[in-house]
């Protein structure tokens, strides 16, 4: 046994104002905190308790604007333990020059929307073709090279998406305004529609006599809009008050939606803040009494200071609707289904009566909690399949106040050992197997309740991470995390008696003399 514990120390007891604090272990071979088991000084012990596990219906809504939204979401995907997701994106435009000049008689040539999804770079996935014959537009012997990178998808790959744009018609306000996934607005002219592969294409060309570049063009998504809508609603425009400031023009021109046309296949993230809408059109210039035609290109803001938020749908499967209820059942769901973007989360409570139990090992054997964690398998049966599993949660402590306000916090544990270096919210194990599990980690916040006489709280579990600074890498905030763009999902095996192996509990290491 004492070989056993001290194998899976990773952490060791540090010094607070003189207080010695045990920290939390994870279970791989180390050396530290072995010296806490040598000479028989201590007696180490493991223990199981069954848990309160179960599933927090959130409405299929969440925040998902401005403010929560460091990368967005576009896409559908149905699979048949949550049914369908589906998430669609809107955002106001912003012109990005107020007054602008296009030039005399400036007539549009065309106009592109450009979108940066996540992609891969591995040399693997990438697919590169290079033409040795090309013949540049300007008449150039030339080579060509399209290199081409698949997105980032979590759902079924090998499906194609139509990807559509529309005109908004309804006012967006401001970014002071807080918008939900369930945030419905009116749509007008469809201005542009693309057949989408899943992958960007990177473009270069240079001349044979000297490999001088003659074209160079990133990886992106591009969707080609109606060039005769923003002839009208932009250009010809020019010198009216609707063009003059920020607020006319965000009442003129109210915004764009990007959907997809399909129900089922994947769900990608892009980057809010490198949208982007150009129009290239042509102008009369004229030079010592000679006018030509001369290109132009104006581009439309649709970065971080407008408006912006997913509007996620749901169809959900019969499977979910039969193990998950629309308030939480507190004796213990047999099922947990944790779903990101506005989907279920899962609470846990240690029951009381495990609480009393460890009190009064406390109080009369003089335990010293080494290790306390909740593990959490995923269900075997319902989870078998290739999805990405999700690489971590984004685990809190619940409170309800006396007037039924509920806040959340993080563990003590965060605190406690913010500055340790190894301490790990939470651990995921096996993840390319059938079962995969999660570990918790909870020593501080356990022994803040069994010495100290804290309340035992609920602890709430969502798909998602927490936001750090890019600075410090601290913990943002607990109201910072991903879950608003995070499409994973899983199902874990939660309170479920006849399933004794792989049912939710919780794991302690203790000391005694």
């Not at 589906?86 to 296009?102: C, E, G, N």
């Not at 040539?109 to 590169?128: E, F, G, I, N, R």
């Not at 009208?232 to 425009?237: G, H, W, Y």
């Not at 009190?359 to 306390?372: D, H, M, P, R, T």
């Given at each position: 046994?004492?070989?056993?514990?001290?194998?899976?120390?990773?952490?060791?007891?540090?010094?607070?104002?003189?207080?010695?604090?045990?920290?939390?272990?994870?279970?791989?071979?180390?050396?530290?905190?072995?010296?806490?088991?040598?000479?028989?000084?201590?007696?180490?012990?493991?223990?199981?308790?069954?848990?309160?596990?179960?599933?927090?219906?959130?409405?299929?809504?969440?925040?998902?604007?401005?403010?929560?939204?460091?990368?967005?979401?576009?896409?559908?995907?149905?699979?048949?333990?949550?049914?369908?997701q589906?998430?669609?994106?809107?955002?106001?435009?912003?012109?990005?020059?107020?007054?602008?000049?296009?030039g005399?008689?400036?007539?549009v040539?065309?106009?592109?929307?450009?979108?940066?999804?996540?992609?891969?770079?591995?040399?693997?996935?990438?697919?590169?073709k290079?033409?040795?014959?090309?013949?540049?537009?300007?008449?150039?012997?030339?080579?060509?090279?399209?290199?081409?990178?698949?997105?980032?998808?979590?759902?079924?790959?090998?499906?194609?998406?139509?990807?559509?744009?529309?005109?908004?018609?309804?006012?967006?306000?401001?970014?002071?305004?807080?918008?939900y996934?369930n945030?419905?607005?009116?749509?007008?002219?469809?201005?542009?529609?693309?057949?989408?592969d899943?992958?960007?294409?990177?473009?270069?060309?240079?001349?044979?006599?000297?490999?001088?570049?003659?074209?160079?063009?990133?990886?992106?998504?591009?969707?080609?809009?109606?060039?005769?809508?923003?002839q009208?609603?932009?250009?010809?425009?020019k010198?009216?008050?609707?063009?003059?400031?920020?607020?006319?023009?965000?009442?003129?021109?109210?915004?764009?939606?990007?959907?997809?046309?399909?129900?089922?296949?994947?769900?990608?993230?892009?980057?809010?803040?490198?949208?982007?809408?150009?129009?290239?059109?042509?102008?009369?210039?004229?030079?010592?009494n000679?006018?030509?035609?001369?290109?132009?290109?104006?581009?439309?803001?649709?970065?971080?200071?407008?408006?912006?938020f997913?509007?996620?749908?749901?169809?959900?499967?019969?499977?979910?609707?039969?193990?998950?209820?629309?308030?939480?059942?507190?004796?213990?769901?047999?099922?947990?289904?944790?779903?990101?973007?506005?989907?279920p989360?899962?609470?846990?409570?240690?029951?009381?009566?495990?609480?009393?139990?460890?009190?009064?090992?406390?109080?009369?054997?003089?335990?010293?909690?080494?290790?306390?964690k909740?593990?959490?398998?995923?269900?075997?049966?319902?989870?078998?399949?290739t999805?990405?599993?999700?690489?971590?949660?984004?685990?809190?402590?619940?409170?309800?106040?006396?007037?039924?306000?509920?806040?959340?916090?993080?563990?003590?544990?965060?605190?406690?050992?913010?500055?340790?270096?190894?301490?790990?919210?939470?651990?995921?194990?096996d993840?390319?197997?059938?079962?995969?599990?999660?570990?918790?980690?909870?020593?501080?916040?356990?022994?803040?309740?069994?010495?100290?006489?804290?309340?035992?709280?609920?602890?709430?579990?969502?798909?998602?991470?927490?936001?750090?600074?890019?600075?410090?890498?601290?913990?943002?905030?607990?109201?910072?995390?991903?879950?608003?763009?995070?499409?994973n999902?899983?199902?874990?095996?939660?309170?479920?008696?006849?399933?004794?192996q792989?049912?939710?509990?919780?794991?302690?290491?203790?000391?005694?003399?």
């Open positions: 046994m004492i070989k056993e514990i001290q194998n899976i120390f990773r952490l060791f007891f540090i010094l607070i104002s003189g207080a010695a604090i045990t920290v939390a272990c994870e279970p791989e071979p180390d050396q530290l905190g072995m010296q806490f088991f040598q000479n028989g000084t201590a007696e180490g012990t493991e223990a199981s308790f069954d848990v309160i596990a179960y599933n927090v219906y959130n409405n299929d809504v969440l925040e998902a604007d401005n403010d929560r939204l460091a990368e967005a979401t576009l896409g559908a995907f149905d699979e048949a333990n949550f049914g369908m589906k998430s669609s994106y809107v955002t106001q435009v912003r012109l990005s020059t107020y007054d602008p000049d296009f005399k008689n400036a007539i040539d065309s106009v592109v929307l450009q979108m940066k999804p996540l992609y891969h770079t591995a040399t693997d996935s990438v697919v590169t290079t033409y040795e014959d090309y013949i540049h537009p300007d008449n150039v012997a030339a080579k060509k090279v399209v290199t081409s990178y698949p997105i980032k998808k979590y759902g079924k790959a090998k499906r194609n998406f139509t990807i559509n744009v529309h005109e908004v018609t309804d006012f967006l306000s401001s970014t002071e305004s807080n918008f996934s945030q419905q607005v009116n749509t007008g002219a469809l201005l542009g529609t693309k057949s989408f899943g992958y960007l294409r990177a473009i270069k060309i240079t001349k044979d006599s000297d490999n001088s570049e003659l074209f160079s063009r990133d990886a992106a998504l591009r969707i080609s809009l109606d060039k005769n809508f923003f009208s609603k932009i250009i010809d425009k010198g009216s008050f609707e063009l003059k400031d920020v607020a006319s023009f965000i009442r003129y021109f109210r915004g764009l939606k990007f959907s997809v046309a399909e129900n089922d296949g994947y769900i990608f993230n892009f980057n809010p803040n490198e949208l982007s809408v150009i129009i290239y059109y042509k102008y009369d210039k004229t030079e010592n000679a006018t030509t035609r001369t290109d132009g290109s104006y581009t439309l803001d649709l970065g971080s200071t407008n408006v912006h997913n509007q996620i749908q749901y169809n959900r499967s019969n499977t979910f609707l039969t193990y998950v209820s629309s308030t939480p059942n507190t004796t213990g769901d047999t099922k947990l289904f944790l779903q990101g973007m506005g989907g989360g899962a609470e846990v409570l240690i029951p009381d009566a495990t609480i009393a139990q460890l009190k009064n090992l406390y109080k009369n054997e003089k335990i010293g909690l080494l290790s306390a909740i593990r959490l398998y995923s269900d075997a049966a319902l989870w078998n399949n999805y990405a599993k999700p690489d971590t949660f984004a685990t809190l402590l619940k409170t309800v106040d006396t007037d039924n306000k509920t806040t959340f916090s993080f563990f003590p544990d965060n605190t406690t050992f913010a500055y340790s270096g190894v301490y790990k919210m939470v651990k995921a194990v993840l390319d197997k059938n079962p995969a599990y999660y570990e918790i980690s909870i020593t501080q916040l356990v022994k803040n309740i069994i010495e100290k006489e804290e309340a035992n709280k609920p602890i709430s579990i969502n798909v998602g991470s927490f936001q750090t600074s890019s600075s410090t890498g601290a913990l943002l905030g607990s109201d910072y995390t991903t879950k608003a763009y995070t499409p999902r899983i199902v874990l095996v939660g309170s479920d008696p006849n399933n004794a792989y049912k939710a509990q919780l794991k302690l290491i203790y000391s005694k003399k």
